[in-house]
């Protein structure tokens, strides 16, 4: 079974930056993180989640919303099994629970993503 743990959220001012790491294990067949479309979700209580950073497992584009797009950037070590979300000038509009996911991706962030972690709480205040 596909495990991810997410870690580095934390609390920061708007401008910072931080660095959000997924580790992914558990892949069948020894597949790796490479073979899976990837993407980083977002929710704020009483919201729906939101894809923020999707890519495809041929690594194609990116697929970034107009919110995020041009601050955050979304990359992966398939050797590691290790995905990651730089997220530069942040604002107090990204503070969320950030979620990690991998699957099948079809479009943007719409796609079979089945396998979740458990989140990374993000907080940007002044």
């Known amino acids: 079974q596909v495990q991810l743990a997410e870690s580095g959220g934390g609390s920061v001012h708007p401008g910072d930056s931080l660095r959000l790491t997924c580790t992914a294990s558990?892949?069948?067949?020894?597949?790796?993180?490479?073979?899976?479309?990837a993407g980083w979700f977002r929710q704020v209580p009483g919201k729906e989640r939101e894809g923020i950073a999707c890519?495809?497992?041929?690594?194609?584009?990116?697929y970034y919303p107009a919110s995020v797009k041009g601050r955050f950037t979304i990359s992966r070590d398939s050797a590691k099994n290790t995905m990651y979300l730089q997220m530069n000038n942040l604002k107090p509009e990204d503070t969320a629970i950030y979620y990690c996911?991998?699957?099948?991706?079809?479009?943007?962030?719409?796609?079979?993503?089945?396998?979740w972690g458990k989140g990374t709480l993000v907080t940007v205040s002044s």
């Open positions: 558990g892949f069948p067949g020894g597949l790796t993180l490479n073979y899976y479309g």
């Open positions: 890519m495809s497992e041929g690594d194609d584009q990116p």
């Open positions: 996911t991998v699957g099948n991706l079809y479009r943007h962030c719409e796609g079979d993503f089945r396998n």
